[in-house]
């Protein structure tokens, strides 16, 4: 099937640590995205990519890294700098970027809480 | 800068009612506006997408409009049944950049459609 996978569902981070969220998808899409989730607030991009070894800053990437090196895998990676990083993460992909990538397909998300 | 709202907050009906979510943003230059459902701990699914030009799309038992004058969307389910409980979200899609990237979404109406 056809989809978009994140892993790990539960990811715990000790203080000064930094963590990785793995997000792939097999739908051949060229753009992904990274959104924060926090209770009572809307979904917020962290980064987005529109191609392979391209990624932009979203509306809050500060104390977040990602990379793209293949077309199918968009991890991020929380670091020690991001001082509130408990939240839901939620990876999404789209055909593109522009017109064409209206829909958007999303991962079933990583809960991250901080020990 | 675009903001969306959605009232209630939480909603919660008996079985077989018929029932509307809205959805309200501050600038009516939007390309689309999409309405998403999340289950709770999962990701987002995409249920309807409205063109600007487009006043209404139906799938099924759901129907959402779209008055962009006056900044506001409505998400009409008939005959609710206890599966359609879940977390319903709009975001609209700005006109100026008409990047997938540039989505605003609402925070969210909690459903629950009780037996």
């Known amino acids: 099937d056809g989809g978009i996978t994140q892993s790990p569902k539960y990811l715990f981070r000790k203080e000064g640590q930094n963590v990785t969220l793995s997000c792939e998808q097999n739908?051949?899409?060229?753009?992904m995205y990274w959104y924060r989730q926090d209770p009572g607030q809307g979904l917020r991009l962290i980064y987005y990519s529109q191609i392979v070894n391209d990624f932009q800053k979203g509306d809050i990437a500060e104390g977040y890294s990602v990379s793209r090196e293949k077309k199918e895998s968009f991890p991020l990676t929380v670091t020690s700098a991001q001082k509130n990083p408990t939240a839901f993460y939620l990876c999404?992909?789209?055909?593109?970027?522009?017109?064409?990538?209206?829909?958007?397909?999303f991962g079933s998300g990583t809960q991250l809480s901080v020990l | 800068k675009q903001e969306v709202t959605q009232i209630p907050a939480a909603l919660s009906v008996p079985e077989g009612e018929n029932l509307v979510l809205n959805c309200s943003f501050t600038d009516s230059a939007i390309y689309n506006l999409q309405w998403f459902r999340q289950d709770p701990g999962k990701g987002l699914t995409s249920l309807l997408l409205i063109q600007s030009s487009q006043r209404e799309q139906t799938s099924g038992r759901l129907n959402a409009s779209l008055d962009k004058s006056s900044g506001r969307s409505t998400l009409y389910i008939a005959a609710s049944q206890p599966g359609d409980s879940a977390t319903y979200l709009c975001a609209v899609r700005p006109f100026s950049t008409g990047t997938a990237s540039k989505l605003t979404f609402g925070t969210g109406t909690r459903l629950q459609v009780t037996l």
């Open positions: 999404a992909s789209s055909i593109g970027i522009g017109l064409s990538g209206e829909k958007l397909f």
């Open positions: 739908l051949n899409h060229d753009a």
